[in-house]
């Protein structure tokens, strides 16, 4: 039962988020201000239930295989794609690689004054 | 008449959501497997080979999306609570989110500022159509989100989220290049910039490859980028006039 409660809590964050969303005209998906809703309700709850924790990181965990459906539609997209194949690329690579670089950049010097983690110690070495 | 016996199993078969659900879970173990076999190749990542098997198998079998998709839909339903799901990490790490929260919005925003206009700067330069434009703006986004944002946009949900998936596989790719580039070690600001622009491939590189501490800053990141997306994006969209 306990996982039943946590999908049926994880889906009613849902349900609120979409009415959220559709009652306020707001310009973000349900299920974003789902998490939101969730995400109070946890602070004001103290703990995550065991269920609620079961079904959610199940879902998480297998969170690749949840993109494949739409992924799939790509098949649909083929002669738009092939229109713009190389500005696809070439956005795809240039964007990744400036984004990667720049959040790296300027959370390092953000945070270079600040205490490490006597938890993050471990794991020092790695490149 | 074992011939138009089986023909018509095949029929009723496909029509039915059964095939098409059994055909996404069998590829996506077949792909894991594959890729396993290849070394964890992040150049080959799973998701992109599933989704090619069964492209592959759609072809074939001459099934047109919207047929594929009455079975998958099942699986797609789940991106709804696994999108309110993302909770779960962010309320896990409070404690350090709220010590490190200035630096941790800040970089978050510069982020997706960077993630935004060089997709769509870089997409303008290059000459794409004003729909491709939109469809690639989110594509630091985890899908979910991704496709609602591009779908109030008016771009295509469906390409954004292919377009996501390859920014995902490049991201896990091209990570560890950059971090040595930009000289980079901190584990937290590893997984937490690979959370930002490679979403839940990302996610799943850090817990795997660098560790804990940057799997669950990953997991942080990528909800948090999800959400200040939906807000940032459409108007610095526009200010490109889009």
Redesign the interface.
Known sequence: MPLIAGMSVLLGCQFLGEILVHGLQLPVPGPVVGMVVLLVGLMINGRVPTGLRTSGEGLLRYLTLLFVPAGVGIMVHFDLIKADFWPIIVTLVVSTALTLAVTAKVMSWLTRSMPRDPRDEWREERP | MPVPALDQLWVYLSASPLLHLLV??L??MGASYLNRLLGGTPFLH??VL??AL??GF??LTDTD?AT??EG??F??F???????????????Y?E?VRR?L???L???V??IV??VT??VG??ML????R??VLT?SP??V????A???VE?LGG????A???????GS??CA???V?????R???????G???G???H??G??YSFSS??A??GAFA?LAM?LT??LT??IL?PLVHLFGL
Do not use: N, W
Not at chain 2, 142 to 145: F, Q, Y
């Open positions: 996404t879970l590829a996506f799973p998701v599933t989704i069964i492209i759609l072809t999306y594929y998709f998958a839909q699986i797609h789940l991106l709804g609570p696994a999108t309110v799901a993302l909770a779960i990490p962010l309320y896990d409070r350090r490190m200035v630096p941790i800040l970089s978050c510069a982020g960077t993630a060089s997709a870089v997409a290059m000459g794409a159509s729909e491709t690639l594509k630091s985890t899908s979910p989100i496709m609602g944002i109030k295509i949900p469906s390409l989220a292919g377009m996501v998936l390859i920014t490049l991201g091209l990570g560890p950059i971090f040595r580039l930009v980079v070690r901190d584990p937290s600001v590893q937490f910039t690979m930002l622009a490679a839940g491939f996610t799943a660098i560790g501490v940057a997991g909800g999800g959400l939906a807000f459409p």
